[in-house]
């Protein structure tokens, strides 16, 4: 029997030790293939936390689940069964020794991605996987029992067992450009549309771009258009050339679309909780009361905010700041509350996906079994990996969805060929 992983990131990989690991204890006589289209596998691998590779986060299963926005506990169960002790204790055991920082992200202790590849590959060739590299599929069809994969080259392979490992369609200089996604829809799966994610965004309109450079240690975004309106978060915010970025837009940028309109608040209450223009101004108004001698600038260089930024908001609303804040009306107080904690900007995410580092959207969930990633619609097909409506904030947790969805396919498929499950 012959089984073939499209794709050779960390979950194609995963997948196929996985199951070859099975496959050889049973002394079970299958051929694992991996279909890389790159002349190597694991290109994003070693691109992954600068080069450092952030293999993971040592944390439980319980708490990983709540950093995959609103699908996370879809993961649950293989994050129980391959979570990241598990994961640790492998590569460990492999001769990869690892540390934990403090904020529980997991790296290799040579900083080097390339040492994880590297002995992911020699388990891989120990098992017996077969590596089959510049081999890009370009269609997946099933006849009766056996699927027909063909490759750009014009070759077509037979398997019995397919596991679908393209990852998802940023950064594709790294060889996933969403062939997944189009191999999976032809055999009827349902796409939820890609977009980029763990991604700065841009803000075409308005002059906060002068303010590139300067972060907000706490600031506060608001949606305030699109399916997710409503919803707000408050995390570490940089200003960028072309718009946002910093923690706050990088882990829920998800959560965000192109035309989307939202609001930033730059100075929320300390425990996070967004300030409103109302007590803004009112804060302002206490200010002013105490200091109206003093120019208006001194008087808001006391808040805690970057002095670059105090001028933008005088000089956006059009408010001299050399004047005497006793002179300042509330016909001026209201828009540089408005500025300082409801500053509107409609977003973009165009161009994003060169350079985001997951995608958010994918074969969707309702049609996987989140045991063993087995497709509901097409027997003898898994998916794994990020090409699935998956996507983790930073930390280790893209990586730990890549192995534990892996580890996972390549199970359930290598116990269907061994007959242990139905297929
Ligand atoms: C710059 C960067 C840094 C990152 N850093 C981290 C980090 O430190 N920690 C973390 O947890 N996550 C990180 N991520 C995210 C993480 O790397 C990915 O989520 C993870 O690699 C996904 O694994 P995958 O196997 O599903 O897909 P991929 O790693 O994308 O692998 C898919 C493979 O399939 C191949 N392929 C695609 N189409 C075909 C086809 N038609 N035929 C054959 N082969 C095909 C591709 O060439 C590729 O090798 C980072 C991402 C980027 C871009």
Partial sequence: MRLVVIGGGPAGLF?????????????????????????????KLLASGSGQCNLTQNASPEELVKHYGDNGRFLLPVLNACPPSRVMDWFTAWNVPLIVREDGKVFPRSLRAQDVLRVLMERCIEAGVEFKNESRVVSLNRELKTFLINLEQ????????????????????????GDGYLLAKALGHTIVPPHAALTGVIAPQGTLGILSGISFALAGLTLLSG???????????????????????????????????????????????????????????QLIDNQGSLQLQTVLHQLALPKAFISWVLQDCGVDGGRKAAEIGKKQLAPLARAIVATKLTISLKGCLEKAMVTAGGVALSEINRKTMRSQLVEGLYLAGEVMDIDGDT???????????????GQAAAAAMLGALPS
């Avoid at 997948?15 to 694992?32: E, G, I, N, Q």
């Avoid at 893209?398 to 396919?409: D, I, P, V």
Wanted: hydrophobic fraction near 40%.
């Fill in 154 to 177: 014009g070759a077509t392979l037979a398997a019995d067992m397919v596991i679908i490992a393209t990852g998802g369609s940023s950064y594709p200089t790294t060889g996933s450009t």
């Fill in 227 to 285: 399916a997710g309106k409503g919803r707000y978060w408050n995390g570490p915010l940089l200003i960028t050339h072309s718009g946002i970025s910093g923690p706050l837009v990088i882990n829920n940028s998800r959560y965000l679309a192109s035309g989307d309109e939202v609001a930033l608040c730059f100075l929320p209450h300390e425990d996070g909780r967004l300030r409103t223009p109302a007590e803004m101004e009112s804060l302002l108004k």
């Fill in 395 to 409: 930390g280790g947790y893209n990586l730990q969805a890549a192995w534990s969805t892996g580890w996972a396919a």
């Fill in 15 to 43: 997948a196929a030790l996985s199951a070859s690991t099975v496959c050889k204890k049973a002394s079970f006589p299958a051929v694992v293939t991996v279909l890389e289209r790159n002349a190597r596998p694991g290109q």
